[in-house]
């Protein structure tokens, strides 16, 4: 039986997506859920549709940029005495450009969101997890991080860096209890990936938008996208699993098969 009852769960990217169907799923489960986003407006949205579950704990939300250390310090301050039995780190942001077309201006916001902000956001809350001497942390990296991807080229190395820390971590952190797992989707319907464009293969200029030709759907196995749903299923599992750690689980319709 997956229950997260009473347990106090930190959601990064909680505004939409793949995060607020995650904090969804919890909430669902008993948890009480604090959603973390950049847009103080959306993530009252999202709040709200979390309280329509009617979880036993309260939900709420911050709006801060993951990448800045100040944000974390002003939460992890914020909490005073409250636990964290659960930290996801899915706020992400994308690229669809050719590395030698991407700008360093977009280099630094992929690494500082994807990676920095991940790696703030674990340094944040190891410490409360350690004293309570328990916790989880689910990272979402992405599929893109073990095998490329055309126009991924930065993206795919932050969701790397993702898989790095991770893996760090387990050793790092088991001792106190503390487990560290990460999820790699493949291509999930989100604002992501609505109306993205990839490069073609083979080509270096022309782009290739999803909606046509096939699209993306024509190339993952299962012949379609996956769910936010689905890959909230994953977190719920890793959440619950008290023997999986250093767990990297491929959510992905067989598209790493290919
Ligand atoms: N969709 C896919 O196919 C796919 C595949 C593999 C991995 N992933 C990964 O899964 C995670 C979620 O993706 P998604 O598809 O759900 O994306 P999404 O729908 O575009 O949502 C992105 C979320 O990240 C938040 N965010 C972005 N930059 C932020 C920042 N600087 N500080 C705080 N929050 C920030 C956004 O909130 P605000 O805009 O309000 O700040 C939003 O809640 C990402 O890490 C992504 O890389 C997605």
Known sequence: MLSLQGKRCLITGGSRGIGLAIAKLFAAHGAGCTLIG????????????????????????????????????????????????????????????????????KLDEILDVNLKGTILGCQGVIPIMMKQKSGCIINVSSLLATHGGRGASVYAASKAGVIGLTRSLAWEVGRFNIRANAIQPGYIQTDMTRGAVFPRPFSLVPLLPMDKDGGLAALIPIGRLGTVEEVAEAALFLANNSYAHNCVLNIDGGLSAT
């Open 38 to 105: 950049r847009h103080e407006e959306s993530l009252a949205t999202a709040v709200g549709s979390l309280q329509q579950t009617g979880a036993s704990l309260p939900h709420n939300s911050h709006a801060f940029d993951v990448s800045r250390q100040s944000g974390w310090s002003d939460l992890v301050r914020s909490l005073k005495t409250d636990r964290v039995d659960v930290l996801v780190n899915a706020a992400g942001v994308s690229q669809n450009s050719l590395l030698f077309k991407t700008s360093c201006d």
